[in-house]
């Protein structure tokens, strides 16, 4: 992990005053946004991003001999730019433009349906999103390979000594959130990748829900793909990253066939652009893609050790409040987790909670967060999961465990 | 009762309450009434799909009128479906499949639920008229 430390000191309220929507009510409440694991709030210096491309700049890229295309790609290129240099990206070549992590993982997936042969094995953790289980079940079908599930203990953590039995010559592909979207885990996925190139299998990191805590080397870490959304990182919806190895990304053939993704189209032949285009088809995402620099800017603004240390202390915080309610039961344990407290209160639904405390003008998220063999684990339907942000206070998570004594004094 | 008349019963119980919380507490008290579904017919084909929290709805017919049994595992829904089984059980299947659903909205109850569970909402009341449909038809 890269440390840029910033000493000025962090003051919460400052920065919240960078959002504009935290200053709103909900339900006649103020608003205590606690769902930050689903997407996180937007500074006005993206929303600004965003209003001046499309006031001052807007053309399309690449393609334009005119100067606002001109603008407009040097902008879209620069945002490129500081995403490789904030990962620490060898070659802006291998930052590839995409609508998320979803679509991230679905050109890996598609990729490797010419590379796998059947009885080929893929390892999946326990721990995944939907997003990280379902394309590779789909690739499975298509193409024989086996899918194995590295379990996971009752803490939420990954049982390394079962990964290594699973590991063999046959593994050709293991995929593994950063961290854990519906316990907040922090994988140690150093080991995990470092096993995995040792018998030759690629590893995918889905780091989604990573991006938003920590600033990854991805040089250091040696993943041969990595996956973010923007939306998660106080960037826009609608766009993030896929990084591969260049050697990856030339093997693999193009996901979808369009503009820009070509470089010479007759009807007996095409031939595909160079990277990172021939992975972007169409038209691009050109106002988010430059709002997501321009979130990156102001996350590395803040600092991301200052970021966790805030974070950290508001997760040991709440963790020590909200376990003073009885009967509350935490999901997902380990030592090693994120701002992410998963909950259930014992004999109360999970949406029952989450329906009263919405009312008291809090959102928190409840369900099974798009994790549901997670769920089954734990033999649950769901949790209350709260996830916290750098710009959450000590006084919100005051106010939401009030919510909950509340919630669990009208529901029981 | 008639259903309309039911209907315009609720919608005054619910004009006395001045705040969303007293409408929940009074919520999640009907949903201690619900009439309960034999555990035995807690099965996946009576399960209602849409909704985040399970809801078991049994249907029966007995002179002439259609009977509900329910159960849900989140309280507050058990109360949104004790207030649907007040309204359409034990009623004939031709008043259930022409009643209308206007008193959910006068009594401000969509307004206060997610999406999900206003979806949720939606397919109950359609699976209760499904089940007066099919009844219905064995009687035509
Ligand atoms: C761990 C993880 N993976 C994947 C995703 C999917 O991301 P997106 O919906 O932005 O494609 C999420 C988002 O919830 C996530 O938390």
Not at chain 1, 111 to 132: P, Y
Request: with cysteine; proline share 3%.
């Amino acid at each position: 992990m890269n440390t840029d430390s910033k000493s000025i000191a962090f003051d919460v309220e400052k920065i919240r005053k960078d959002f504009p929507i935290l200053s709103r009510k909900v339900n006649g409440y103020p608003l205590v946004y606690l769902d930050n694991a689903a997407t996180s709030q937007k500074p006005q210096v993206v929303i600004d991003a965003l209003v001046d491309y499309y006031s001052n700049y807007n053309a399309n890229i690449h393609r334009g001999v005119h100067s606002l295309s001109q603008e407009a790609t040097d902008a879209y290129e620069q945002a490129r730019e500081k995403i490789r240099s904030h990962f620490n990206i060898k070659k802006s070549r291998e930052v590839i433009f995409t609508s998320g992590t979803t679509h991230a993982i679905n050109i890996v997936a598609s990729g490797f349906r010419s590379i796998l042969q059947k009885g080929d094995e893929l390892i999946v953790s326990a721990l995944e999103h939907h997003s990280n289980i379902v394309p590779w079940q789909m690739l499975c079908e298509e193409t024989g390979a086996v899918l194995k599930v590295l379990p996971m203990n009752d803490e939420g953590e990954l049982e390394l000594v079962e990964y290594i039995n699973l590991l063999s010559n046959k593994t050709k592909l293991v995929f593994v959130n950063h961290i854990s979207n519906a316990l907040g885990t922090i994988n140690p996925i150093e080991e995990i990748i470092e096993k995995a190139h040792k018998v030759g299998a690629a590893v995918l990191i889905d780091g989604a829900q990573a991006c938003a805590h920590i600033k990854p080397d991805l040089q250091a870490l040696n993943a041969d793909f990595y996956t973010c959304s923007a939306h998660k990182m106080c960037g826009p919806t609608g766009v993030g990253i896929l990084y591969g190895k260049e050697a990856w990304l030339v093997k693999l053939p193009p996901y979808q066939g369009g503009g820009e993704m070509i470089k010479e189209v007759t009807f007996e032949k095409t031939t595909y652009a160079e990277l990172p285009h021939k992975f972007e088809a169409g038209t691009p995402n050109i106002a988010d893609g430059i709002a997501f620099g321009a979130a990156i800017d102001y996350l590395n603004g803040i600092g991301f050790d200052a970021i966790a240390n805030h974070e950290n202390q508001l997760l040991a915080y709440a963790t020590e409040k909200l376990l003073e309610i009885e009967g509350l039961k935490i999901y997902g344990t380990s030592a090693q987790k994120t701002s992410v407290i998963s909950f259930n209160i014992e004999g109360i639904h999970p949406y029952d909670i989450g329906t009263i405390v919405d009312k008291l003008g809090i959102a928190v998220r409840t369900g099974h967060h798009c994790a549901q063999p997670i769920m089954d684990f734990y033999k649950i339907p769901g949790t209350v999961r709260a996830s916290f942000a750098f710009y959450n206070t000590f006084h919100e998570i005051d106010v939401l465990v009030e919510a909950i004594k509340k919630a669990k004094q009208m529901l029981t | 009762m008639k259903i309309k008349d039911i209907q315009e019963e609720i919608i005054d119980e619910f004009a006395f309450f001045d705040d969303w919380m007293q409408r929940y507490e009074h919520m999640i008290s009907l949903g201690k009434s619900l009439p309960l579904i034999d555990q035995a017919n807690k099965k996946e084909e009576y399960l209602i799909k849409g909704c985040q929290s399970k809801v078991w709805v049994y249907p029966e017919f007995k002179d002439g009128k259609v009977l509900f049994t329910a159960d849900s595992d989140a309280i507050i829904t058990k109360g949104i479906v004790a207030l649907l089984l007040r309204v359409f059980s034990n009623q004939t299947p031709e008043d259930i499949l022409k009643a209308d659903t206007d008193f959910i909205d006068e009594i401000g109850l969509k307004e206060h639920l997610s999406p999900t569970r206003a979806n949720g909402l939606v397919s109950m009341i359609k699976q209760l008229k499904m089940y007066a449909l099919a009844y219905q038809s064995q009687l035509n």
